[in-house]
């Protein structure tokens, strides 16, 4: 009966120290996406020059952060407790909101395949970006602070 | 105390007690547009009345809940709004005679926009942001109201709300307005504030109704003025909406920002635009690039204040 009991704790413990693993990680994979989008946002509004250089650079670390958004082992059900901004309405909808992850790969895929060539390719390029970006935050994800 | 005496005391006290009654009757009635200022309604301009419906973003309420693409210019209403109150549901507003507001007059639009007042004369919930709809100019109602005839008629009523008593009475709203309505300027901003910084606090303090989510409120539901955009807590939920001041845990955006955010949905701290600032922000997209930097102008010009919701344990 004990060892049934500190068996029980032992999992409970190891499942929120799981979901606290899925937790850091998601937000690790959307922190490096928005990072490798604000050198491009600097170029779509004008307060960078066009560099070919630094837009295939941050748009292939784009895709790389963004081809690692793995739905079912970044957001195992029951996720939201703790340091989390993910909202519940996420294991409501979970087809939407994998086909939303989807689209987002397959976008910034098809952009980082073909380089935009100057500032207006670039603003373009994060219009369609960042349509998916929001579209899925403003269903699930709520600012906590 | 003789019986004289303890007559006359129930005399007054009921005299008083009629004549309070009749004083709040009185005070809680329809306060509606003179006749004057409905006359004086010019006719509207439905190009420019775009811009305005945009800026007022009446597709966020009034369009069918998930609408996308065109379909959110069917203003059929549906819209689930959950507050301290009860669930508010947002009615049909598209050109139905029937169902919607086909039949209404520029007057009758202007009353329900600037005072909250239907044409059967009952208050309206201010659910509908009429507290900040009523600092618009009579004559951006008018283009408005001539672009709200171009959308189609969609036959369908909404559901009622569903409200707890006392919230159920229309009638006790005329009091709410004698203390939330008033169409002066929220922000006094002193001679030296050029035109831009006048024409943003037009836009959010009139049609954007920024106020409405960014401002604290009061138990009464009124907006606590002296907490400007200083953030709230969400209505659902245990998030916030963001202090959009300068102040402390507000804001530290320039004013170019606040103008590519309005536009684009990316911030500068490599994040982008959520929750029910997406609505917002894809109306704000719609707009001349002028109306955006106005915007950001005035956010820079509004007083800094802390963070108007608790802090986090």
């Known amino acids: 009966m004990k060892r049934l009991f500190v068996a029980g704790a032992l999992l409970a413990v190891t499942a929120s120290l799981s979901f606290a693993g899925a937790v850091e990680d998601r937000q690790a994979v959307m922190k490096s996406m928005g990072k490798a989008l604000g050198p491009l946002a600097a170029i779509a509004k004008g307060e960078n020059a066009f560099d070919a250089g630094v837009v295939e650079q941050n748009l292939t670390a784009l895709n790389e952060a963004a081809q690692k958004l793995d ?10 407790t703790g340091e989390t901004e993910a909202l519940p309405a996420i294991w409501e909808n979970m087809a939407d909101f ?27 390029a994060l219009g369609k970006i960042g349509q998916n970006c929001g579209g899925c935050h403003e269903n699930y994800r709520m600012k906590k602070n | ?61 009034h369009a069918r809940p998930g609408a996308e693409g065109d379909a959110i210019l069917e203003l059929a209403g549906g819209l689930e709004l959950k ?47 009429y507290a900040s709809y009523a600092r618009m100019r009579p004559a951006d109602i008018a283009d408005l109201y001539a672009f709200m ?45 050029d035109d831009k910084t006048r024409a943003g606090r037009y836009l959010v303090e009139g049609p954007g109704h920024c106020g409405e989510c960014h401002t604290p409120r009061a138990f009464t539901g009124g907006s606590k003025t002296n907490e400007w955009l200083a953030g709230a807590a969400a209505a659902e939920g245990d998030g916030i909406v963001p202090n959009i001041t300068a102040g402390e845990g507000g804001l530290s955006w320039s004013a170019g920002d606040i103008a590519y955010y309005l536009e684009s949905g990316f911030t500068p701290d490599f994040d982008t635009v959520g929750g029910a600032m997406v609505a917002v922000q894809k109306n704000m997209a719609r707009l001349p690039a002028e109306d955006r930097e106005a915007i950001a102008a005035y956010l820079k010009a509004v007083p800094p204040r802390p963070n108007g919701y608790p802090a986090r344990d």
């Open chain 1, 71 to 80: 739905v079912a082992a970044l957001f195992p059900e029951g996720s939201t």
């Open chain 2, 83 to 129: 507050t301290p109150f009860g669930t508010f549901v947002a009615p049909n507003i598209s050109s139905d005679q029937q169902d919607g507001i086909g039949g209404w007059s520029a007057g009758d639009f202007a009353n329900a926009m600037l005072r909250g007042v239907a044409p059967d004369g009952s208050h309206y919930y201010p659910a509908f942001p």
């Open chain 2, 149 to 193: 005839r171009t959308l189609p008629a969609v036959p369908g009523a909404a559901p009622g709300h569903v409200l707890g008593f006392p919230f159920t009475i229309r009638r006790g709203l005329g009091l709410w307005k004698r203390l939330y309505l008033d169409p002066e300027p929220v922000i006094a901003l002193g001679p030296d504030a």
């Open chain 2, 1 to 61: 105390m003789s019986k004289t005496t303890l007559g006359r005391l129930v005399l007054v006290v009921v005299v008083l007690g009629v004549a309070g009654g009749l004083v709040l009757f009185y005070l809680s009635g329809p306060n509606r547009l003179s006749q004057e200022t409905v006359a004086a309604l010019p006719e509207g301009d439905a190009a420019r009345g775009e811009r305005v419906f945009w800026a007022a973003g009446c597709t966020s309420c």
């Open chain 1, 98 to 124: 994998q086909e939303r992850a989807d689209k987002l790969k397959a976008d910034v895929a098809e952009v980082a395949s073909a380089v935009p060539a100057d500032q207006a390719g670039v603003q373009a």
